[in-house]
């Protein structure tokens, strides 16, 4: 038995290559795919989180960019008021302080949101959770104070220690240790007692009730965490885009995001990286030809929902074994 | 001696259908105690009220004396009973052991335990292990569940009922669909429970209630007509008439 | 309280949700008897009022091109159900959410190529682009009464369909069964492929009634589909009384609580924090009432038959 199998080797290459490239980018002077790889990585670290209540608890949360639009509205709002003055509890470029607010904002929302949703089934969470994540887009739409639609910009990044989010590379360096952490805590989980849990709800929750396991509560506990997870990506996001917009939050992005994962492949390590490198280089090439490019992304979209049986990663499983 | 199990006046209808009317039932503890009943009869609909999976709509269960009708399915695994299911509902996408270690890891504490691996938890890999060797499912351990065989799969329902360590374990049907010599193997199994644990037994094959039970109850239209030692039942005008005179 | 204002607000949120009602009826209805999630439902409607539009200039007149618009529409919806849709029934809903995902991108950026990104402005004849006074002081323009008037034509023309009709019955029995419906000796892909075109067309004909008070526009199919689905899961998905009850009270609740909920906090904290409140309150307010339903009555307050 080799010790790696194909979809091992994939993973490790895949991550060796997202480490080596950008960097080297940035230093040959193409700052431009530097951006790229740095939007790909955060987005990858949304989808890792996604991928655990999705790929692996079968939760079909169709509202997850709420999430990263709540972490990157932590980073915006105080360093709004810091800039501008008032709010006076949270106005600060302190990092950790933006941290905990979108680690915090998220859990609760997706304390209360999923405590809701999950008492639904099928189409109803999916629906449910469209919704709630349409929610939050329409109050930050309704906010003035924060301009409403047209979004607010970051004028001073999160200050923290030991790192300047203002260097391209730094901020690289934590995303890409981010999603690597990410995908090991994933993993951990889901090797886990818990995680066995939360596979088994998935593949016949009535067998687990019947064991004694409330699945409510564990089912619960993952989308908090995932949701928690996603918040820290749009930390991240809000300090490298430094403009936020209610948009990020828009049901079209949690789309996207849902996409991401099942193009690599749902309940797979990497896959959620994968799909989520794929998409957003699809994205880039096909933009850079037309400005109709949403029309063959759909078209793709499609294909790939009618013809590829378990994302990319199951092309190479397939062959593996 | 005060049953284990005690079910009074249970009601469930379906629309139109009443599939249980007036259910009363004691079980004593350790007994087999098998029901038999024609298709229809309202057998897993009763089961089904008393792992929790259905509500009633009148009536009490008690276990141990203490009444749990309002208690959630899962607050009743907590509490000793586990049910095996007549139509196989197992984790198919998973291996044969790791469904069978979910039913010892659900009598291990809580599961809110997010870093150890559970696969290297050999507290609980053992007694899943020792459940699968009981049925003879061992060789099979690290076999997805959806690549058994149908007979295979009802021994699954069996090794997981066994994992949980539940005192009383509602059996659905647990021959439905094996050879002879699959059933002859499943009877001796369950003889060797005989007195560990408690067990309520639905089976439609005759030759298996009449060779296990201690005590069998006859279910026609959601009603239980007679119950008692079998031979009582043997000899019962009635069952004969409303059940056994049919085959 | 200006009760002549509340009055006007009032039938405001009718048309509303009679408007939602239309969306949410076909949406309900695919999903009733298909069991399809369909996201591209908000795109139809899109097309609807684009194609009216468009025809209301070649035809000069806003009625006649409704009429020609509607099979149109329908024509639209059967095409979409042959290539796309039909191919998606065997999948699961994960894959009807992703692959109509595909769909609204399509639809949307082809609508955009056809028609380009701006919108269009549809003008109404003269008769009913006039304005009526119903008592002192409430002065409604006619279309919108036009609007009602349709909504609720509609909505008696599906209670027909749906209570005294085969069709109907298909519907009730929550037949995404399809063994049943086969055993009845219908021809299943026929009768899914005339279920998803008059679903465009309810769809369609709400896009049409309200391109011209909003004009016909790209992003008008995504935000409506969010609310459609509110509808839906409060009312519960399949049932068609539950859609109108939901579409109604969500089209009241919208309306009204965009116009009073600033007087209304007004009575409970100062002007300005009123000011800030009232918007963002009313911009949930649809969500906060669908999550206290669904926390109550998790399948919305008309659950399906077993299914
Ligand atoms: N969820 C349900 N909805 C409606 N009717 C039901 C439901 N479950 C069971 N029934 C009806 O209740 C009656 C009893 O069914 P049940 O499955 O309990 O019978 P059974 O004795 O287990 O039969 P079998 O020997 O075939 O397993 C039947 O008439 C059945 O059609
Ligand atoms: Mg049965």
New interface residues.
């Given amino acids: 038995m080799n010790n790696l199998t194909k979809v091992g080797w994939v993973t490790v290459m895949g991550m060796i290559a997202l480490a080596i490239l950008p960097p080297y980018f940035l230093l040959t002077g193409q700052a431009f795919y530097m951006d790229l790889a740095t939007r790909l990585v955060i987005l990858g670290i949304a989808a890792v989180s996604l991928n655990l209540i999705l790929g692996f608890g079968g939760m079909v949360s169709f509202g997850h960019a709420a999430f990263i639009g709540l972490g990157a509205y932590a980073v915006g709002i105080p360093s709004y008021h810091a800039t501008w003055g008032g709010f006076d509890l949270i106005a600060s470029y302190n990092g950790l302080l933006h941290l905990v607010l979108a680690l915090g904002v998220s859990a609760l929302f997706a304390l209360i949101t999923g405590a809701i949703s999950l008492r639904t089934k099928g189409v109803y969470f999916i629906m449910i959770t469209m919704a709630f994540g349409q929610m939050a887009f329409f109050l930050f739409q309704s906010l003035d104070v924060y301009n409403g639609d047209d979004g607010l910009t970051i004028d001073v990044r999160s200050e923290l220690p030991f790192i300047n989010l203002d260097s391209p590379m730094q901020l690289y360096g934590l995303s890409y240790i981010s999603l690597v952490i990410a995908m090991l805590l994933v993993k ?2 889901v ?7 939360l ?2 709800a ?3 929750n ?10 409510y509560l ?1 089912r619960l ?1 993952a989308y908090v965490i995932s949701g928690v997870m996603c918040g820290y990506a749009g930390f991240l996001l809000g300090n490298f885009t430094t403009f936020i917009s209610p948009d990020m939050m828009h049901w079209t992005r949690s789309g996207e995001l849902m996409f991401m994962v099942i193009l690599g492949g749902a309940a797979t390590a990497f896959g959620p990286v994968l799909g989520s490198s794929v998409f957003i280089l699809v994205e880039e090439i096909l933009s850079s030809f037309t400005i109709f490019w949403h029309l063959p992304f759909g078209l793709m979209l499609i294909g790939v929902v009618l013809f590829i049986r378990g994302g990319l990663m199951g092309l190479f499983k397939g062959k593996g074994k | 001696m005060a049953p284990l199990l005690n079910i009074n006046g249970l009601c469930k209808s379906f629309g139109g259908v009443i599939a249980t009317d007036d259910v009363n039932l004691d079980v004593q503890k350790g007994e087999i105690h098998a029901i038999i009943g024609p298709n229809g009869a309202g057998k897993t609909t009763l089961i089904a009220q008393l ?3 259905l509500r009633p709509d009148a009536g009490t269960v008690t276990l141990n004396g203490s009444d749990i009708t309002h208690k ?4 009743r ?2 509490l000793g009973i ?2 095996s ?1 007549q139509i196989t ?6 291996t044969v052991i ?2 069978v ?3 010892v ?3 291990d504490g809580h ?9 290297k ?1 050999h507290r609980i890999r053992d007694k899943a292990m020792k459940s699968l060797e009981k049925v003879g499912l061992n060789t099979r351990a690290n076999d997805l569940v959806s690549a058994l065989s149908h007979g295979e799969h009802r021994q699954m329902e069996i090794a ?1 009922a066994l994992a ?1 360590e539940a005192e009383l374990m509602l059996l659905d049907e647990p021959m439905a669909g094996l050879g002879a010599a699959e059933s002859a193997k499943l009877v001796d199994f369950l003889t060797g429970l005989k007195g560990q644990r408690t067990i309520l037994l639905i089976e439609h094959d005759m030759d298996a209630v009449f060779a296990l039970a201690d005590r069998i109850s006859v279910l026609v239209y959601g009603r239980i007509i007679a119950t008692g030692l079998p031979s009582e039942i043997r000899a019962n005008k009635a069952v004969r008439h409303a059940y056994l005179g049919e085959e | 309280m200006d009760y002549t204002l509340l009055f006007v607000q009032v039938l405001n949120g009718l048309q509303l949700g009679l408007l939602l009602f239309l969306v949410a009826s076909g949406l309900t209805l695919v999903f009733g008897i298909l069991d399809f999630v369909n996201l591209a439902h908000g795109s139809i409607y899109m097309i609807g009022a684009f194609i009216c539009a468009s025809l209301t200039f070649v035809l000069g007149n806003f009625l006649w091109a409704v009429l020609v618009a509607l099979p149109l529409t329908g024509i639209v919806g059967y095409a979409l159900e042959r290539i796309v849709a039909r191919n998606l029934y065997d999948k699961d809903h994960l894959d009807h959410v992703l692959g109509t995902f595909g769909l609204v991108l399509v639809l949307d950026t082809s609508a955009h190529i056809l028609w380009g990104p701006a919108g269009i402005t549809v003008p109404l004849p003269l008769w009913l682009d006039g304005q009526v006074e119903l008592f002192t002081g409430a002065v409604i323009p006619v279309f919108r009464l036009l609007i009602i008037g349709t909504g609720l034509t509609v909505a008696t023309g599906l209670f027909w369909l749906v209570n005294y009709t085969r069709l109907g019955m298909l519907i009730r029995a929550g037949a995404s069964n399809r063994t049943m419906v086969s055993a009845l000796g219908i021809d299943i892909q026929t009768l899914f492929a005339l279920v998803f075109a008059l679903g465009a067309m309810l769809s369609g004909l709400a896009g049409m009634l309200i391109a011209p008070i909003t004009g016909a526009n790209i992003g008008m199919g995504g935000q409506i589909i969010i609310t459609a689905f509110v509808v839906i899961i409060i009312g519960g998905i399949g049932s068609m009384k539950g859609a109108f009850i939901a579409a109604i009270i969500i089209g009241l609740i919208d309306t009204l609580g965009r116009s009073f909920l600033d007087t209304l906090f007004t009575l409970i904290m100062n002007e300005n924090a009123a000011e800030t409140a009232a918007p963002a309150v009313s911009a949930m307010m649809i969500y906060i009432l669908m999550a206290v339903i669904l926390a109550v009555k998790p399948q919305g307050l008309f659950p399906p038959k077993v299914r």
């Fill in positions: 951990t989980i090797n886990s007692r818990f995680g066995m849990v596979q088994g998935k593949g016949n009535e067998r687990m009730v019947t064991l004694g396991y409330n699945t564990y506990a | 792992s929790g999976a959630p399915a899962y607050a695994a907590k586990t049910r299911f509902s197992l984790v198919m996408g998973m790791d469904n270690a979910l039913a890891q659900a009598n599961s809110f335990k997010f870093i150890k691996p559970a696969r938890i997981v949980s």
